[in-house]
C-alpha cells in the first residue's frame, strides 16, 4: 500500500509516539509511506530564520534503523501566529500534491488543522480516510482561545472519516461522543516492543552515570514535561522526606514545559543528588534507564488532556517488569484495572509517601512480575497487524464502491 500520513508536531524530535511504531513497522512490511509533519519546535532552534524552504528528507527513522519513511515538511514562516497561518496553504498545498503524485491508496490523519484538509481532499479524490486519534486533541492546542475552532474541526473530521481508530476504551467513548460512527471505530491499543523493554537490560552504566548507589531507590519519569504532568508535586514530596528516606532518588528523562521549574526545585532545596534531571535521551537508550530505576511514574493531573488518554511509556514501563505509579485517570484505570502493576493514587503530591507504604509492604517485585505479565498480549507486531487489516479492507471497501 501506499500510505500518506499527515501530522501537526514534529516528527523527529517529538516521540516515538503510536504512529512512529506502526509506520515504520509497515514500512518494514513492504509498504511505502510518506509523512508530512510541521515543525511544531521551530521556536527552540538557535538558528532563527523567518522562513523554511519545503523540505524531502529520505529514509528517515525513529525507531527502526531499517524503516525507509519519507518525510516531507512544507514551507512555512517562522514568525509567532504567521506559523499556523501559512501551515493552512503550504500543507494543503502539498497534501493535494501527494495525491496527485504519490497517489496513496489510503490517508492517515494524526492531528486537526492538516488532517481537516486531508480528510476533505480524500473525499474529493475517493481515497479512503482513517482518522487516527491517541489524545482529546483540540485540548493540547496551546493557545487555548483557538481550541473552540480545533473542536469544530475535529467533529468534523471524525463524522466524516471512512474509519476512527482509536488506542483506548476512554478515547472510544469520547470519540463516538464527538460524532464518530460507532460501526466504523476500531480499538487498537497502544503496543510495546517486548524485546526491547525487558528486565534483562543492563541499567548498571546508567546507575554509574548520575552515581546512583546500589542502595538507591529510583524513581522514575519519562516523556514531554507538561507543567500538568505532576512532577512538581513529587519534587516537593520528595523535599519534605529527603531526612528521613535520604536513599530516595527523582530521575527524569525529557524536556518541556516543567524542566526551568524542576531545576529551581532542585536548587532551592538542595536536592542536585536527589533530582536527577537527564534532558533528552536517545529512544535506544530508554531501556537502560528503566532497568536503572525500580519504580515509574505517571502522575499527571486529572484534565480534559490527561482524562482519557493512556501513553505508550505506561506500556514501556510495564514491559521492563517495573510496577506504576499512577495517579487515577479514567483511562488508565478503564485500561489496565485493579492487581495489574498498576498503583493508583489520589493527586501527585501523593506518589513520595505511597512509595514509602509500598516499600516498607515489600510486594514492589509482585506488582513488577503482574505488570510484565499484563502487557505481553501487546507486542507491536500483533498491533501492526491489526492496523495493517483495518487499512487493507478500508480499501478493498472504496474499491468496490468505484467498480
Known amino acids: 500500500m501506499k500510505i500518506l500520513v499527515v501530522q501537526e508536531t514534529d516528527w523527529i524530535k517529538r516521540g516515538p509516539h503510536q504512529q512512529h511504531h506502526l509506520m515504520e513497522r509497515l514500512s518494514l512490511r513492504g509498504h511505502q509511506i510518506r509523512v508530512i509533519d510541521y515543525e511544531l519546535l521551530w521556536r527552540k532552534e538557535a538558528e532563527k530564520n523567518l522562513y523554511s524552504k519545503r523540505r524531502v528528507l529520505e529514509r528517515v527513522s525513529r525507531v527502526h ?66 482518522y487516527y486519534l491517541i489524545d482529546v486533541l483540540h485540548s493540547v492546542i496551546p493557545v487555548r482561545y483557538f481550541r473552540w475552532v480545533a473542536k469544530i474541526l475535529e467533529k468534523k ?68 514535561l507538561y507543567d500538568f504532568s505532576g512532577l512538581k508535586e513529587v519534587a516537593l514530596g520528595l523535599a519534605k522526606i529527603k531526612n528521613q528516606e535520604s536513599n530516595f532518588k527523582l530521575l527524569i528523562v525529557g524536556e518541556g514545559d516543567l ?65 506504576v505509579i499512577a495517579t487515577r485517570l479514567p483511562g488508565v484505570v478503564k485500561e489496565f484495572g485493579n492487581n495489574n502493576g498498576i498503583i493508583y493514587v489520589d493527586e501527585p503530591g501523593g506518589v513520595v509517601k505511597r512509595t514509602v507504604r509500598l516499600i516498607k509492604n515489600g510486594d514492589l517485585a509482585e506488582q513488577g512480575l503482574r505488570a510484565k505479565g499484563f502487557v505481553k498480549r501487546y507486542s507491536w507486531d500483533n498491533i501492526t497487524q491489526d492496523f495493517e487489516a483495518i487499512l487493507e479492507k478500508a480499501c478493498l471497501n472504496s474499491r468496490k464502491k468505484v467498480e
Not at 519513511?69 to 493552512?88: C, E, F, H, N, Q
Not at 460507532?182 to 523493554?197: K, N, P, Q
Open 65 to 130: 534503523k531499517e524503516a525507509n519513511i519519507t518525510l516531507l515538511r512544507p514551507a512555512m514562516v517562522k514568525i509567532p501566529g504567521l506559523d499556523y497561518l501559512s501551515l493552512i496553504f503550504s500543507h494543503k498545498k502539498e497534501i493535494a500534491r501527494q495525491v496527485k503524485e504519490f497517489r496513496p491508496v489510503v490517508i492517515v490523519g494524526f492531528g486537526i488543522l492538516n488532517t481537516y484538509m486531508a480528510m476533505k481532499l480524500a473525499k474529493k479524490n475517493g481515497i479512503p480516510f482513517i
Open 157 to 224: 473530521t471524525l463524522k466524516n472519516s471512512h474509519r476512527v481508530i482509536v488506542i483506548n476504551d476512554k478515547l472510544k467513548d469520547y470519540a463516538i461522543g464527538m460524532g464518530s460512527h460507532s460501526d466504523r471505530t476500531y480499538l487498537v491499543r497502544a503496543g510495546v516492543d517486548l524485546e526491547c523493554f525487558n528486565p534483562y537490560i543492563d541499567g548498571s552504566r546508567v546507575r554509574k552515570q548520575y552515581k546512583i548507589t546500589k542502595n538507591d531507590f529510583v524513581l522514575f519519569f519519562m516523556g514531554w
Open 259 to 323: 524542566y526551568s521549574e524542576l531545576k529551581k526545585i532542585q536548587q532551592e532545596y538542595n536536592l542536585q543528588d536527589k533530582i536527577i534531571l537527564a534532558g533528552w535521551q536517545p529512544y535506544e537508550k530508554i531501556p537502560e534507564f528503566l532497568t536503572a530505576s525500580d519504580l515509574c511514574l505517571f502522575p499527571a493531573h486529572d484534565n480534559e488532556v490527561t482524562h482519557n488518554i493512556v501513553p505508550i511509556k505506561i506500556y514501556e514501563y510495564m514491559a521492563a517488569g517495573k510496577p
